[in-house]
């Protein structure tokens, strides 16, 4: 190749922006994770209080039905209604704090925003 022909191009400003633009993705990344695991324990604790509807369920019908046949035969009159008081703190599922998951992908998201600020 001739010198006169030759085409020089710098390499150095192009790969610190890809390098910036690849700890931007990480970052980016490890934030969609960490909502995929949040909503995996939200996923997880629905499918416990269905469960524990479930099961409450099938212990009223049981009475119910235990009531019912204990109760002696007597026309009915009129139909009353009642309100059944329920503890809300029986119900309540507590959501956990962090899984370890989520910590370490916390600390990773960290390290990467540091050398971010670095590269900055």
């Known amino acids: 190749m001739n010198k006169n022909n ?3 191009i710098n390499v150095g400003e192009s790969t610190h922006g ?8 990480n970052i980016d990344i490890i934030s969609l994770l960490k909502k995929y695991e949040y909503l995996k324990e939200i996923r997880y604790n629905k499918q416990k209080g269905l469960n524990i509807l479930r099961e409450l369920f099938k212990e009223i019908n049981a009475d119910f039905l235990k009531l019912k046949n204990n109760l002696p035969d007597v026309p009915q009159k009129k139909e009353e209604k009642f309100k059944l008081k329920v503890d ?5 599922v507590k959501r956990k704090k962090a899984t370890k998951e989520i910590s370490s992908l916390e600390k990773e998201m960290n390290r990467l925003k540091m050398k971010l600020r670095e590269i900055k």
Request: no cysteine.
């Open 88 to 92: 809300e703190n029986k119900f309540k």
């Open 6 to 8: 030759a085409v020089y």
């Open 18 to 25: 890809i390098r910036k633009d690849i700890l931007n993705l």
